[in-house]
Antibody, heavy 120, light 107 residues
């Protein structure tokens, strides 16, 4: 059974880069058929899809974040990374990684999530 | 971007009652819609995909219906563990988007 676990700093200063890692266990991220996604949930509970990556390295990003965002894979460690630069307080959220079917992009399962606060 | 509007924002019901949650899309989704449940302090979990197919292990008191722009999630008899937030999500078009959620609370 695949499990996902997010990790990274809980506090990031404004204008800096938010960097998170999703460690995947129980399945290889190089097996086709799935995208590996990042989703965030704001303190007011709204959910936003950030983007996802296929094992080939193909990425799709939310246009609202595209200019600041890089999602990448480390296949040797079975990890997915998120880097979001030039952060502001509006980027404060719980960040989740999740698996998405390649053809039908619902999300299952999700990681436990990690809270990232942007503050000086 | 496809906008999903969920209603009502909050549903106050008693255990054993029927809950009807609505999700309306700004353009047709065919049946490319999923529902998630999020209990307090927990991660969202998949309930329904394809508008009406229950995910593995989801009890049959949960049912999804609809196509096009109007979708419904029905919980036939609320159990204590069903009081939670519910979100719909479309996967018809990128960017993938979520509704604002419906909170089902104990009356």
């Amino acid at each position: 059974q695949v499990q996902l676990q997010e990790s990274g700093p809980g506090l990031v200063k404004p204008s800096q880069t938010l960097s998170l890692i999703c460690s995947v266990s129980g399945d290889s991220i190089t097996i086709g058929g799935y995208y590996w996604a990042w989703i965030r949930q704001y303190p007011g509970k709204g959910l936003e899809w950030i983007g996802y990556i296929y094992y080939s390295g193909t990425t799709y990003y939310n246009p609202s974040l595209k200019s600041r965002l890089i999602i990448s894979l480390d296949t040797s460690k079975n990890q997915v990374s998120l880097n979001l630069n030039s952060v502001t307080a509006a980027d404060t959220a719980v960040y989740y990684c999740a698996r998405s079917d390649y053809y039908y992009n619902w999300f299952d399962p999700w990681g436990q999530g990690t809270l990232v606060t942007v503050s000086s | 971007e496809i906008v999903l509007t969920q209603s009502p924002g909050t549903l106050s019901l008693s255990p054993g009652e029927r809950a009807t949650l609505s999700c309306r899309a700004s353009q047709s989704l065919d049946t490319f819609l999923a529902w998630y449940q999020q209990k307090p302090g927990q991660t969202p979990s998949l309930l329904v995909y394809g508008a009406s197919t229950r995910a593995t292990g989801i009890p049959d008191r949960f049912s999804g219906s609809g196509s096009g722009t109007d979708f419904t999630l029905t919980i036939t008899r609320l159990e204590p563990e069903d009081f939670a937030m519910y979100y719909c999500q479309q996967y018809s078009n990128l960017p993938l988007t979520f509704g604002g959620g419906t909170k089902v609370e104990i009356k």
